[in-house]
């Protein structure tokens, strides 16, 4: 079946503008991951979404931030006047339910470059 | 919390030659470990992962790692690596009990060459 889907694949913006980046897991996913893969910070946790319960934000880097997920199922990723040090490979998880034996499939990758 | 370290950032290898990705771990509270492979321009794929039981763990493409609790390590090995392997690899762990948020190394990358 179809895998994580991500939209963007790239993403070019100017300093200070807004952006958002898109996230369709696969059908039946209960569970959504947000992560940031960078050159100076590796691959970092933003936020998680399962089912209907309140988000995981812990790793949101700053008030600039944050991710809804509608209807349980696509997830945006939101990013306020972007600065250039949020260029990075943003990428989407999913899987099955929340706990660690469930396998997080992971989208390719929105690549976002703030010039 | 959680951290995990890969010392070796790049690992150099010839092809049909054995190899071991070092990957060690700490952390507070029991958790679950896996390996995850980036080939160029894609998204992670997973190669294994331990969450109990035997602590030698089978992956695909003919890798496998072992889990050893005293040494907090879960080294990924492969008798013959083929040049498709070249890659970036990520040793990751999560918490056993609670939302499964994966604490991920800094990768190594694998370059198989003739």
């Known amino acids: 079946g179809a895998g994580v889907s991500q939209s963007p694949s790239n993403k070019v913006t100017e300093k200070g503008k807004d952006v958002e980046l898109r996230c369709d897991p696969i059908s039946g996913h209960t569970a959504l991951y947000w992560y940031r893969q960078s050159l100076g910070q590796g691959l970092e946790f933003l936020i998680y979404?399962?089912?209907?319960?309140?988000?995981?934000k812990s790793g949101l880097p700053s008030d600039r931030f944050s991710a809804e997920r509608t209807g349980g199922s696509v997830s945006t990723l939101t990013i306020q006047r972007t600065q250039q040090e949020d260029s990075a490979v943003y990428l989407c998880a999913s899987s099955l339910g929340a706990g660690g034996p469930h396998e997080q499939y992971f989208g390719p990758g929105t690549r976002l470059t703030v010039t | 919390a959680q951290s995990v370290t890969q010392l070796d950032s790049q690992v150099p290898v010839f092809e049909e030659a054995p190899v071991e990705l070092r990957c060690n771990y700490s952390s507070s509270v029991s958790v679950y470990l896996f390996w995850y492979v980036q080939y160029p321009n894609q998204g992670l794929q997973l190669l294994l992962k331990y969450l109990s039981g035997s602590t030698l763990v089978k992956g695909i493409n003919g890798f496998e790692a072992e889990f050893n609790k005293s040494q907090t390590s879960f080294h990924l090995r492969k008798p013959s690596v083929h040049i498709s392997d070249t890659a970036e690899y990520f040793c990751a762990v999560s918490p056993t009990g609670t939302a499964s948020k994966l604490t991920f190394g800094t990768g190594t990358r694998l370059q198989v060459t003739l």
């Open positions: 979404f399962q089912g209907n319960s309140a988000p995981d």
